[in-house]
């Protein structure tokens, strides 16, 4: 039976795994079959690349992949063969993705803060990325804003110019939109 991962931020069909040869597989690795877990492991890089090249900018795809994988091989013998693999795997990848987000975050807190200039640009395009994905979840009217002015490093005289919001109206707007994402990803990390 083929399975789909649906993206939540733009419900876009992900890559396909068949749960019953993971789960097979799985269960083979854990009575020692490494032809099984050498499947199993090369089947889950695709998947995984899959999953996180949706979530997070490309920067950070690889490092997670192999975060994920090697948390699968500290914990595999916590798995209950009862149980399908698939949620399973699921969530340790959703966990690794939220840990990314929430130390992205942090970053991202300082670095798109006007006193606090980027020393390193790679970094900053791998969290100009997550934002635009935390973007999706506030509001338009303050995702555009916070996109010129945070993003597009805009000012707030001419992100008022081009919006037509007074300058005090864009401060809050940008205020309130990322107390938002904030929430959202508090949210996440209380999920998880």
């Not at 899959?50 to 091989?73: C, G, P, W």
């Not at 945070?150 to 000012?155: F, P, T, V, W």
């Amino acid at each position: 039976m083929k399975t789909f991962f649906i993206n939540r931020c733009n419900h876009t069909l992900m890559t396909p795994y068949n749960s019953e040869k993971w789960d097979e597989w799985m269960r083979a690795a854990l009575n020692g079959d490494q032809g099984a877990y050498r499947l199993l492991l090369n089947d889950l890089r695709r998947w995984l690349t899959a999953y996180f090249s949706k979530r997070i900018h490309q920067n950070a795809v690889e490092d997670l992949v192999q975060d994920t994988l090697m948390t699968l091989h500290g914990k595999r013998q916590t798995f209950d063969p009862k149980y399908p693999f698939g949620p399973w795997i699921g969530a340790i990848a959703r966990h690794r993705w939220i840990d990314h987000m929430r130390a992205t975050l942090k970053y991202v807190e300082v670095e798109i803060d006007e006193e606090f200039p980027s020393q390193r640009p790679e970094r900053d395009e791998s969290a100009k990325q997550d934002i635009r994905t935390l973007l999706n979840l506030i509001p338009p009217a303050q995702a555009e804003v916070i996109e010129m002015v945070k993003l597009q490093e805009m000012s707030v005289r001419e992100v008022s110019e081009k919006t037509g919001h007074s300058p005090s109206s864009v401060k809050i707007m940008v205020h309130r939109g990322i107390k938002k994402m904030k929430t959202a990803v508090q949210e996440m990390q209380d999920e998880g």
